[in-house]
């Protein structure tokens, strides 16, 4: 039986169970773009038409117009702050991209009275946007009032379809059976057999969660993207070690300056994973208000993998409704990984009882889950008053 007691100020608990145009010139204006170069980020190279796909680099340069001489180092209005907005327009106006839309955001820039600053920006050019003009445009606003234009300089270019050619070995691949702790690959051959008709530019899309990418190595803002890759490369996909079980029959896409190519991919997946908490219990039994209680506890593989998993504690109050849960508050344990057959050594979970918690029986629970693999209950200690359940 799992009773956790408060007892007038105490805490009791008993536990028997273990379990970027032409610059913008206004009176105030105190910064100026002086120059916007457009590159091929491959090449280095100045460059003003791109294939889709390209990754476009952009070059601007600022220029404080104060007169150095008219401020002192200390003067609080010394340096100057603004927002460096970049964005990409077709020929119709139509917003293809900005950094006001991005995770990042926009740029910030501080210039001190004549001073010269450079920054860097790169875009790749979609493979879905429409080909011909497009604007390239870079606004300086002041920080403090966003509303306020100090410059803006706009670059044209050309976006336009390649006649490359895009060959995909495979449409279609079957991991059949996956047990335990296999982990199959695949492979797939992608190139470009008209390379005189010029490069091709492909990344891997909408890769199921159950696959990872081996090569090419995978986008740093999207994992289910590859990076850009330009004309022959074998893509390598693996089943994922943490996927256990399930059948799925799903997709993935080449996109590419040539087109798209779709692929099907499929598994059943039965990895024959578990777990046990083979020891829940407390330290002590009596406890107070603002008191620490120690959660002893210790977790088995009892599978077929090797797995790391994640344990949630329940604690419920005299009123029978439940008081604390480790998982809603952010607070579960993460454990392993651990080889089918180990036992990992007794571990303690500290839980600050809150102040003003009432006097009272209180009970423990724990559950036990795979990490990043949540929906997999391996055990489920309940509350001794719903069952016998008990550990070593």
């Known amino acids: 039986m799992c009773a956790l007691s408060l007892v007038g100020a105490g805490v009791a608990f008993a536990f028997?169970?273990?379990?970027?145009?032409?610059?913008?010139?206004?009176?105030?204006?105190?910064?100026?773009?002086?120059?916007?170069?457009?590159?091929?980020?491959?090449?280095?190279?100045?460059?003003?038409?791109?294939?889709?796909?390209?990754?476009?680099?952009?070059?601007?340069?600022?220029?404080?117009?104060?007169?150095?001489?008219?401020?002192?180092?200390?003067?609080?209005?010394?340096?100057?702050?603004?927002?460096?907005?970049?964005?990409?327009?077709?020929?119709?106006?139509?917003?293809?991209?900005?950094?006001?839309?991005?995770?990042?955001?926009?740029?910030?820039?501080?210039?001190?009275?004549?001073?010269?600053?450079?920054i860097t920006y790169s875009w790749n050019a979609p493979f879905d946007t429409d080909s011909g003009n497009h604007q390239i445009i870079i606004t300086v606003r002041d920080a403090e009032n966003f509303s306020n234009i100090q410059d803006e300089q706009t670059r044209r270019i050309i976006i336009q379809n390649s006649a490359a050619s895009l060959?995909?070995?495979?449409?279609?691949?079957?991991?059949g059976d996956v047990e335990d702790d296999d982990t199959p690959q695949a492979r797939i051959i992608v190139a470009n057999p008209n390379r005189q008709a010029g490069d091709l530019i492909w990344k891997v899309v909408e890769l199921p969660d159950w696959l990872e990418l081996i090569s090419p190595p995978t986008s740093d803002d999207d994992p289910q993207e590859s990076v850009l890759v330009t004309n022959n490369q074998t893509i390598i996909l693996q089943v994922r070690s943490t996927t256990l079980k399930g059948s799925f029959d799903d997709r993935l896409k080449i996109e590419s300056n040539a087109g798209t190519s779709t692929i099907d991919v499929s598994i059943s997946l039965d990895r024959n994973a578990n777990g046990l908490l083979s020891q829940l219990k407390v330290r002590s039994?009596?406890?107070?208000p603002g008191d620490e209680a120690i959660f002893l506890y210790r977790v088995k593989n009892d599978g077929a993998v090797t797995m790391t998993y994640s344990v949630t504690f329940l604690v419920k109050g005299p009123t029978g409704s439940l008081f604390y849960n480790s998982n809603a508050e952010g607070h579960d344990v993460m454990l392993g990984p651990l080889d089918p057959n180990d036992e990992s050594d007794t571990m303690e979970f500290l839980w600050t009882i809150p102040f003003g918690t009432l006097a009272g029986d209180y009970?423990?629970?724990?559950?036990?889950?795979?990490?990043?693999?949540?929906?997999?209950?391996?055990?489920?200690v309940p509350?001794?008053?719903?069952?016998?359940?008990s550990g070593p």
């Not at 009970?363 to 489920?380: K, P, S, V």
């Not at 509350?383 to 359940?389: E, I, T, W």
């Open 167 to 175: 060959f995909v070995s495979r449409s279609s691949i079957d991991f």
């Open 16 to 118: 028997l169970a273990t379990v970027f145009a032409q610059p913008f010139t206004q009176s105030s204006q105190t910064v100026e773009i002086t120059d916007l170069v457009v590159l091929d980020a491959k090449t280095d190279e100045v460059e003003s038409v791109f294939p889709k796909g390209a990754k476009i680099q952009i070059e601007v340069r600022f220029t404080d117009l104060r007169n150095l001489t008219a401020y002192d180092d200390d003067d609080p209005d010394y340096d100057e702050n603004y927002v460096v907005v970049f964005e990409v327009r077709d020929d119709d106006d139509k917003l293809i991209y900005s950094t006001d839309d991005t995770l990042d955001g926009n740029t910030e820039l501080q210039l001190e009275p004549e001073e010269r600053k450079k």
């Open 383 to 389: 509350f001794p008053s719903d069952a016998g359940k």
């Open 285 to 288: 039994s009596i406890y107070k």
């Open 363 to 380: 009970e423990l629970a724990g559950q036990l889950r795979g990490y990043q693999a949540f929906e997999f209950l391996f055990d489920d």
